[in-house]
């Protein structure tokens, strides 16, 4: 019977957590925003013996992919992003080292493929699908894994912390008709943000009543 397994890693300098999906009866996974520790990332695909089938970065934040053009090539598999978030991943060297302030080797993803709104991925016999949800940066997406539940990168947190909206390509009143794009899903749904604890729908639709 199909169905899927998500293992959540916090990995690198900001902590960030990554994804991987695996689809129990293919063992097909996709790996989400596999920021840095390339080598323990591989380990932890190999020990559930995941075969690996994309790379999927909720948005263009330098902490979200440091390394990926490195597991690209190690695990010979493309990358897919929101092309609306192209010129922010093409400034993650400075983006990186103004924040980390350490130089850091940062690779751009080679292998990627852009992402539409509502866009099915294929995992073994089912699907993962993809919507915008925009605000943090222009071309934020979340991964919708049917029944399970929604990764949401930097848009939500635990306990109604919403995701920064201070750069200047982010948007409030995006993110908060994103955050409501998400609140529509079942609240048993577990959200699994990009840094931080795991929540559920229903736990935070409370937080936002007034969004
Ligand atoms: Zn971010």
Not at 78 to 101: N, V, Y
Not at 131 to 155: A, C, F, M, R
Not at 185 to 193: F, G, V
Request: proline fraction near 5%; charged fraction near 20%.
């Amino acid at each position: 019977m199909s169905g899927f397994i998500i293992t959540q890693f916090r990995v690198g300098e900001y902590q960030t957590n990554c994804y991987i999906i695996l689809e129990t009866a293919s063992n097909e996974c996709l790996i989400v925003d596999p920021t840095q520790e390339t080598e323990f990332i591989i380990d932890q695909i190999q020990k559930i013996k995941g075969i690996p089938k994309g790379i999927i970065l909720t948005h263009g934040h330098f902490d979200h992919m440091l390394e990926v053009f490195a597991l690209e090539k190690l695990l010979d598999v493309d990358t897919w992003m929101s092309q609306k978030d192209e010129s922010i991943k093409d400034r993650m060297k400075q983006t990186a080292e103004h924040f980390l302030g350490h130089v850091v080797i940062a690779v751009p993803p080679q292998r990627l493929k852009w992402m539409n709104d509502i866009q099915k991925i294929p995992l073994g016999s089912s699907y993962v699908e993809i919507i915008e949800t925009p605000g943090h940066t222009p071309g934020g997406i979340s991964i919708v894994i049917p029944t399970i539940g929604i990764i949401v990168g930097d848009l939500m947190f635990h306990e109604g912390i919403v995701g920064r909206t201070d750069f200047s390509y982010s948007d409030k009143k995006q993110l908060a008709l994103s955050i409501k794009k998400i609140l529509t899903y079942p609240d048993d749904y577990i959200l699994y943000p990009g840094h931080g604890r795991l929540t559920t729908v229903g736990f935070e639709r409370a937080f936002h009543e007034n969004i």
